[in-house]
């Protein structure tokens, strides 16, 4: 996560906090029981938004979450302990480990399908496993814009359109986020997945295939997203 986005998310939980604190603050009481209801309810579903939006499904943040939504407690024991959960992700937002948990997640997600691609073209097809693998990779040339602060679409005078996939490889490389030369191997990539979606089947083989799977693959351990 970037420096101005992790500063931001922080923000966003400092800002619940300090609500939380405030309530506590103006309490008679420690469960919070003489706040009106509306004001704990508003705190409440703040905080619950902000861990969703932030940590994503999976995460130990949102089942925590979720297990205190589901308890039989006062409103206002609820906004302490959703505080508790917040003043956790704030500080592993702040220590990066969040980040290295969703790198970890996406590594997981696009290695599945590699395999799936692998065990396709062992099973003799290799156009279905060229087009998996190749689409893999461009969902991971998202994931990376995505961290890299680079926008994926465009604005147009006809809308906003998602950038194609060489576009995203030339942004990525101009920023440094990798060398040039692994952008005239991604370049390669897609352009053989391209021909395997368009039905250029005989362009290409089956051992180019196998080496696109494992290009791929080394490529996503080495840049995580």
């Not at 800002?15 to 008679?28: P, S, T």
């Not at 902000?50 to 979720?66: F, L, T, W």
């Not at 997640?105 to 003799?124: K, N, P």
Request: charged content about 25%; hydrophobic content about 40%.
């Amino acid at each position: 996560m970037r420096t101005e986005q992790t500063a931001e998310v922080l923000g966003q939980i400092d800002e619940i906090l300090e609500e939380v604190a405030a309530l506590q603050k103006g309490a008679k009481h420690s469960d919070l029981s003489d706040i009106p209801e509306a004001l704990l309810t508003r705190a409440v579903t703040r905080a619950r938004a902000a861990i969703h939006r932030i940590a994503g499904k999976p995460s130990v943040y949102v089942d925590q979450c979720e297990e205190i939504m589901r308890m039989p407690l006062f409103t206002g024991e609820r906004a302490l302990r959703l505080s508790g959960v917040l003043h956790s992700l704030r500080a592993d937002t702040s220590m990066g480990y969040l980040e290295s948990q969703r790198e970890l997640l996406h590594g997981e997600l696009f290695g599945d399908f590699l395999e799936m691609a692998q065990h396709l073209l062992d099973e003799g097809y290799k156009d279905a496993a060229a087009v998996i693998a190749g689409s893999s990779l461009e969902a991971h040339l998202r994931q990376l814009c995505l961290k890299s602060g680079i926008l994926i679409e465009v604005k147009s005078t006809s809308g906003i359109t998602p950038k194609k996939a060489d576009r995203l490889n030339a942004d990525l490389a101009g920023k440094e986020v990798y060398s040039r030369l692994d952008q005239k191997n991604v370049t390669a990539w897609l352009d053989l997945r391209n021909k395997a979606a368009h039905g250029k089947y005989d362009e290409y083989s089956a051992p180019q295939v196998g080496l696109l799977i494992s290009g791929i693959r080394d490529f996503l351990s080495r840049h995580p997203a």
